[in-house]
C-alpha cells in the first residue's frame, strides 16, 4: 500500500482543517488505518483509528471530540477532519495501514506509512 497524505497548513486556533490519505497499490479496504503526528522533539503519537470497514473507531484522549476519522474504501481514502485546533496540535500528521483489518493504536501494527502533511496551528 502506498499512501499520500494532504491537507495540511496553517489556521488560527479555533479553525478546522481537513487531511486525506490517498492509498494506491494493494487493497485499502482489507486493512485498519490510523492517524499519528509527530511535533517538533517528540516522539510520534497515536491520534486516531478506523477498522477496515469503518465500524470501529478510536482516539487519543486529546483529541477525542474535535476529530473525526472517516473512510472510503471505494475512493481508497482516508481522512480526518480535525475542529477546534488549538495550538498544541501543532505537528506534522502521518497516515498509516495497519497489517490487521481491526483498529489499533499500536504503533508497531501499522507497516505502511505516508509521507506526512503539516499542520500548524497559530493562538
Known amino acids: 500500500v502506498q499512501l499520500q497524505a494532504s491537507g495540511g497548513g496553517l489556521v488560527q486556533a479555533g479553525g478546522s482543517l481537513r487531511l486525506s490519505c490517498a492509498a494506491s497499490?494493494?487493497?485499502?479496504?482489507?486493512?485498519?488505518m490510523g492517524w499519528f503526528r509527530q511535533a517538533p522533539g517528540k516522539e510520534r503519537e497515536f491520534v486516531a483509528t478506523i477498522s477496515w470497514n469503518g465500524s470501529r473507531i478510536s482516539y487519543s484522549d486529546s483529541v477525542k471530540g474535535r476529530f473525526t476519522v472517516s473512510r472510503d474504501n471505494v475512493k481508497n481514502t482516508l481522512y480526518l477532519q480535525m475542529s477546534s485546533l488549538k495550538p498544541v496540535d501543532t505537528a506534522v500528521y502521518y497516515c498509516a495501514a495497519a497489517r490487521t483489518a481491526l483498529s489499533t493504536s499500536v504503533i508497531s501494527y501499522y507497516r505502511y506509512w505516508g509521507q506526512g502533511t503539516e499542520v500548524t496551528v497559530s493562538s
Open positions: 497499490g494493494r487493497t485499502f479496504s482489507n486493512n485498519a
